[in-house]
Structure formats: C-alpha cells, structure tokens
C-alpha cells in the first residue's frame, strides 16, 4: 500500500456506505442476471440451460502477503481463479458474489484499490457482480467469491470422461506462477533484512505476471469449440500438474502417461529454477496456480487441435491398471505423486 | 469446545483429506442438484425457473464468540441466516455452498462438530451441500456461505413492491436473539472473572435458541401460498426491524407508519429487558438476528391472514413524503431510524 495516499477510516462509512460505494460503479451485462445488488438475493434467469457453481476463499497470511501482492492484482486473481473453475467445466461465467471480511488496518482506499481488481476482471471477462457480504474481521483480510456460469447440457465437461487413448493436452506453459511466487518471496527476505536494497526483478516480467495477474482461459475454451473439439474431460490447473491429472485419472476410473519432455515451460521459468537449482519440472508438476486448462480429446481429434500454439499434447490416458506415470526423458517411468499446495497441512510444517 | 474429547491436528488430514471426510455424508436431494461436489464447480438445472443467489461471511470474534456459540449451533445458524434470505425471496433454497478457514488452534473434531450443524440444516430445510473450500487462516475461523433457490418468475417478491395502503406484516416475534445475545454476554463476563460460578440461564431457554439456534421462516411462505397471498414486498429481519422497514420504504419508493403497542416481542424478552433495564422496543426496532419475515400484503387480502398467529399486522404502507414513523403508545409519531447491527462501524467503537 502507498502510505503517501489519503488513507479515510472503514469506520467513517459503515456498512451500508462501503457497500454503496464499492457497488455504485456495477453495471449489469448480462441478460441472464435479472436483479444484481440490492434486495435479499439476486435473481438469474437461465432458461433452458445448466448452472455451475464453484467458490474459493482466500485469506491473508496463506494465500497472499500482502507486503508483495498490490491489492487490486489480489482482487483481479480472487476472480480469476474461479472463473478458471467455470471454464473447466466448459461454461460460460457470468456473475459472481464477492464477500470480504477486513480488518480495521485496511482503509477505504486500500479496499477501494481491491474492488478495482474486481470491477476489472469483471469487465475483462463478461460477469456481473451481483452480490456479496461485507465485514469486519479481528486481523486480516479474507476474501471468498462465488462464480456462477451457464451451459446447455451437452456441453459440460466434466473430470470423470477420459478414456484410454484419448490424449492429455494443456493450455499455455507450467510452473511460471511458482517460480514468481520464489522470486517474491526471495526479494521480500531481501528487503526484511536491508529494507534499502531495490528488489531485483528484471527480465522476470514473465513469471511475476503468471504469479501476481493470471488469467483463466476462456479463450482455450473457446478455440476447442471453433475447431469443434469437445474434450472427453477438463480440470484447471490451480495445485499443479500432477495432483490434476490425478483428479482426472480417479474420476475417470483410468491411468496416464505423461512425457516429461513434452511438458511446456516458458524460458523465464527454466532460467530462474536454474537460478535457484530447482529442477523447474518440479514447479510445473507441483507448483500450481497456473490456472491453465488440462484436458483429454479423443485421439481422432488430433489433427484439429496440432496447429494451435497454445496447446501442448503431453501424453495420453492409459488403462487404470497401468497407473499414473510420468516418463522421464531418459525413458524410465516413475509413478506420479500429488505433492500440490495443500494450506491445512502446510500450516503445521 | 469440551477439551474432555479427542482432540486430532488437521494437519492429520491435509485439505483432500479434510474434505472427504466433511463430504462423505452427503446425500443429494433434488433433482435440480445435477453433480455436487467433486469437480471444478457444482452443475444445477433449475429448467425454466429463475434462480436466487445470496450469500453471507461470518468471522470468529465479530459475528460469534466460541466462548459461548457451540460449534454445531454455530454451523447451523450459518446455514439458516442464508436460508432466510432465500425464502425472503419467496423462493425455494435448494443447494448451498459452505467455505471455512480454520486456525491450527481447530481440531478436526471441532470441525466435525461445526459440519454436524451445517448438515442438520441442510437436513431440516432439505437442501443439498454442492461445494465449498475447505482452508486455513491465521487466526480464528470464517466462514462464508452461498445459497441457491429457484422459483417461478411470477412467484418472486422483491424489495420494492410495497404500494400505499399495504399493510405491514411480521412473522413470529422481535427482540428475542437480541436479548440472548445480552445474557450470553453478561454471563461470559461473570465467567471471565469468576469461571467456578455457574452461568444463570434458567427460565430463559426461548431468548438463547432465538440467538444461538434461530430458524428460517420457510414455514410462512408456504403458509402465505397456501392462503393465496402473495406479499407486495419481503424482506428477513436480519439487522432488526427499523432498519429493514426504512430498506423496504426506500425500495418501494414509499413511507410506513408502524405502531408500537403492535409490535410482537415474548414474555422472555421483555422479562429479561426489564432485568437488564433496557426497552425491549430498543431490542426489536434495532437489535437484529431475529431472521423473521417482514412483508406487505394488499388490505384486501387481510381476512386471509387474519387468524393466522404467526402472523401479526404492524402498521401500513404510507406515501412517500409522510416519511417512515414509529407511532407510539401515546399516540405520538417518532421517525424510524435505522441503527441496526453495523459490523464495520462497529469495530472502530
């Protein structure tokens, strides 16, 4: 936070103030909301078509610090990360509610900074806001989002469809938003110990954007239903690679085979792995909140999707029995471990 | 918490394991409940039905103090001060979702206990658990809840129907969780400096279940229906009565007057009011959490409503300029003023 700006007390509005101050600048979108903020709940009309629901919750100290994260960045990825869950159904979103608790720490200003997140990704990506609660808490901040989206029937996705040889592909590149969160967290050591040491972040925009502005990727989305592909299972990326393939080989009752090679890393994330001699398949496989799409096709689709850039085939499902491998370059085959964030376990390590 | 009991780390269970355990005794209940949990996001199918969306955050040391809330009460009443808002929609609740962040200082039995409360009142007001986050925090435990519900389009009632002439009704009775809520209080507060004296509650069961184990009146709506009312406006008394009546007037774009000598409270709450030396009007008007409905109805549909008793009529609808009174016992107009329960004026106090 810039402590040079105007900083107004909570206090000084209530609830009722703050929550028409963060609510006057919505503007509705969407013909499916038919009543946003304002009454006890708000009213969707989605006619004919399904409704999913997902919910995140993030709070101070566990998902974010706020001595590196900027808060309307901490609002735009509150966001993301669930639109990420809609679109890994194979749905469109189109609101969400949002609710905070803030301690008395925050300002106006601070929450303010926040909303502008939210309001952004809001416009970015189509949704309404149509409600929310806001409150107090003793220490911190915690924020929860609902999303809310809509898709004919046939269209969903869900994890429990992978077939054995149907291929496994993911969107986009791995491990960057790891390898941002170590350098953040590298630069906020730094800066504990010598608070006038600049914070070397150069020539890792990359990372640091993966890390601290992700964005869901609707657009993948989109591109399988212009080449008319629709994938047999989907999940996002939010605990890593591993742990996701996991989920789908469980639900889908099957096993997979994944080429270590094949795995798509940017440059950035290789350099400051290297940088810090962590093997950056580790971050890939491990990190999480890549929020990029992990998805099985058929086989026959194929050739519809191996021009596309922005999608990597990197391996394909297997039979149960055959288990979940990951084949190293050297072509051996080790069994794959879901070692993902995990926030109740990690409290106490 | 009984400390008597096996008390297990969640670090025990890690997150996947945290949530199996909360989940494994869900049993899906309605059609519209299409996949529950276990992937991206919940899918729901409401057909041709509109859908309701609220949602609340309650947050350990400003809505509950573990002091003296059991956890299972705690969970319970989470769920129902959403419920409430549904049927203030006069809509029907069908699923929610329910995301928690717990401290270290949380065992996984005193998770279990605040899930037994959340699943009780899925249970009584028969509705499905779809989702969630399970998650940890640095201090003390959140927890935020989304509630969905569906009703015909022409079932739904707003805020804003209520016209000049209406009369003003309420269901049950007024000041009594406010009045809980200040013997819990003043017990804890004889507890905390003599903790061998046993706390006073006898005679005084009503005003406690008001505050630690309120229930939604979904009871009412099906009662207006089958008596073939239909509010104008409906809101749940959820900051207390003032504050919800100047809601309903600045919506409907109308004025009310309501009469005090009207006003339904119990023999408990006015008995302990006179204890503690408070008017228990205070309690009504201003004190909140009673989560009963308040709503207009046409004058001519009095003599439908008219024996119900758990129904009272209030006062009416007036026009706009004739502003929102209180007319008292003597005869005199007082302006309403809303002072409900504010949690983020609150703190600064």
């Not at 806001?129 to 989002?145: A, C, K, N, Q």
């Not at 800066?191 to 600049?198: G, I, M, R, T």
């Not at 090679?261 to 994330?269: L, R, S, V, W």
Request: with cysteine; net charge negative; charged share 20%.
């Amino acid at each position: 936070m810039d402590n040079t700006k105007k900083q107004t007390a909570l206090s000084t509005l209530g609830e009722f103030g703050l929550i028409d101050r963060l609510t006057q600048q919505i503007r509705l979108q969407h013909e499916s909301t038919v009543k946003g903020v304002g009454d006890d709940a708000a009213v969707l009309n989605f006619d004919k078509n399904h409704v999913v629901v997902t919910t995140d919750m993030l709070t101070e100290g566990i998902h974010f610090n706020l001595m590196y994260v900027p808060l309307k960045h901490l609002g735009y990825k509150a966001v993301v990360v669930n639109l990420s869950d809609v679109f890994a159904m194979n749905a469109q979103p189109r609101q969400i509610t949002v609710s905070i608790a803030v301690s008395s720490k925050f300002s106006v200003e601070a929450i303010d900074e926040l909303y502008e997140g939210i309001h952004l990704a809001c416009e970015q990506y189509g949704v309404d806001l149509i409600g929310g609660d806001t409150t107090s808490s003793m220490t911190g901040l915690t924020i929860s989002v609902t999303a809310i989206g809509e898709a004919p029937k046939e269209d969903l996705v869900y994890r429990s469809g992978a077939q054995p040889n149907d291929l496994i592909c993911v969107s986009g590149d791995l491990g960057g938003a790891y390898m941002g969160l170590q350098l953040l967290e590298r630069e906020n050591a730094v800066f504990k110990v010598n608070p006038k040491e600049q914070p070397k972040l150069e020539g890792y925009d990359y990372i640091l954007e993966r890390q601290l502005k992700p964005e869901a990727r609707g657009d993948i989305m989109q591109a399988l239903k212009q080449l008319n592909v629709k994938p047999t299972s989907m999940i996002d990326i939010s605990d890593g690679l591993s742990s996701e393939l996991m989920h789908i080989c469980k639900n889908s009752k099957v096993g997979c085979a994944v080429y270590e090679e094949k795995i798509p890393m940017d440059f950035q994330t290789k350099q400051f792995a290297e940088e810090l001699s962590i093997n950056p398949l580790v971050a890939a496989l491990n990190g999480g909140e890549d929020y990029e799409l992990l998805f099985t096709i058929p086989l026959s689709d194929h050739d519809k999707i191996k021009n596309d850039p922005d999608i990597t085939v990197i391996g394909h499902i297997t039979a149960e029995a055959d288990g979940s491998q990951l084949i190293t370059a050297a072509g051996s085959a080790i069994p794959l471990q879901a070692q993902g964030w995990n926030p109740i376990a990690k409290e106490s390590e």
